[in-house]
């Protein structure tokens, strides 16, 4: 019986983080992340900030990708000036989570862009973003709830074809859509919330937050593209860097 697929997920390098006596810069991952990947049935590995040569050798010996939600991305990313509503930047993680990204797609990895994540995905394509829209915060630090609708005839829409309602907490949006990728699900108010790369490997960005939520089925969508790739590759069909 095979094993299940492993999938890594990015994670935050955060100072100042505490537990029992110790105040120690650590490697930090909100649990619903590992517990939706096991949920959908395959392994969690976190992937902390690391130099970004390293990001095709990591990616290699994953079955799936996630890159997980959490600051604003760079506006240099994206070739545009900083607006005074802008996070300030990460940048160990901007690097190294778009040398992750750029080592999924050349290596075909099945890839789950969450939130921030689905927009670095479009500005890895040569996207740009919103650097602020109002109405997907409603209180600082609780995620709220708005619909989904899916675009028919997307990936997509073939996991989730109905319109959905789904957690969220965002302040910037993808604007111009990189090269390739599609839109797959809007907001009422047009915000695109899930774009994609068409083709024969499975690439997805959701603006959302699944892991707040208890609907599995994009994240399982991702774990059984992995497990394709990874009875391919047991098999000797491909896959790898």
Same mark, same amino acid.
């Given at each position: 019986?095979?094993?299940?697929?492993?999938?890594?997920?990015?994670?935050?390098?955060?100072?100042?983080?505490?537990?029992?006596?110790?105040? *120690?810069?650590? &490697?930090? #991952?909100? +649990?619903?992340? @590992?517990? !939706?990947?096991?949920?959908? $049935?395959?392994?969690?590995?976190?992937?902390?900030?690391?130099?970004?040569?390293?990001?095709?050798?990591?990616?290699?010996?994953?079955?799936?990708?996630?890159?997980?939600?959490?600051?604003?991305?760079?506006?240099?990313?994206?070739?545009?000036?900083?607006?005074?509503?802008?996070?300030?930047?990460?940048?160990?993680?901007?690097?190294?989570?778009?040398? *992750?990204?750029? &080592?999924? #797609?050349? +290596?075909?990895? @099945?890839? !789950?862009?969450?939130?921030? $994540?689905?927009?670095?995905?479009?500005?890895?394509?040569?996207?740009?973003?919103?650097?602020?829209?109002?109405?997907?915060?409603?209180?600082?630090?609780?995620?709220?709830?708005?619909?989904?609708?899916?675009?028919?005839?997307?990936?997509?829409?073939?996991?989730?074809?109905?319109?959905?309602?789904?957690?969220?907490?965002?302040?910037?949006?993808?604007?111009?859509?990189?090269?390739? #990728?599609? +839109?797959?699900?809007?907001?009422?108010?047009?915000?695109?919330?899930?774009?994609?790369?068409?083709?024969?490997?499975?690439?997805?960005?959701?603006?959302?937050?699944?892991?707040?939520?208890?609907?599995?089925?994009?994240?399982?969508?991702?774990?059984?593209?992995?497990?394709?790739?990874?009875?391919?590759?047991?098999?000797?069909?491909?896959?790898?860097?």
């Amino acid at each position: 019986m095979p094993g299940r697929p492993l999938i890594g997920v990015s994670t935050y390098l955060e100072a100042g983080a505490r537990w029992g006596v110790w105040e *120690l810069e650590a &490697a930090l #991952l909100p +649990a619903g992340y @590992p517990r !939706l990947v096991q949920r959908a $049935g395959a392994l969690a590995a976190m992937l902390p900030p690391d130099a970004p040569g390293h990001a095709l050798a990591t990616v290699a010996r994953l079955d799936g990708l996630v890159i997980a939600g959490g600051p604003d991305v760079e506006p240099v990313r994206y070739g545009a000036e900083r607006d005074s509503r802008t996070g300030p930047p990460a940048v160990a993680r901007d690097t190294w989570e778009l040398a *992750l990204v750029d &080592a999924a #797609l050349s +290596a075909r990895v @099945p890839l !789950l862009g969450i939130c921030r $994540g689905m927009q670095l995905l479009n500005v890895a394509l040569g996207g740009t973003l919103v650097q602020h829209i109002d109405g997907h915060v409603q209180v600082p630090g609780v995620f709220g709830r708005h619909l989904v609708k899916p675009v028919p005839g997307t990936s997509y829409a073939d996991v989730v074809p109905e319109e959905t309602a789904v957690p969220t907490f965002h302040h910037q949006a993808v604007d111009r859509l990189g090269t390739g #990728l599609i +839109a797959s699900a809007y907001a009422a108010d047009g915000t695109v919330e899930a774009i994609e790369l068409p083709g024969p490997h499975w690439v997805v960005g959701v603006q959302w937050h699944p892991e707040m939520g208890e609907d599995v089925r994009v994240m399982r969508a991702l774990v059984e593209a992995a497990s394709s790739r990874s009875a391919a590759r047991s098999g000797g069909g491909g896959g790898g860097a």
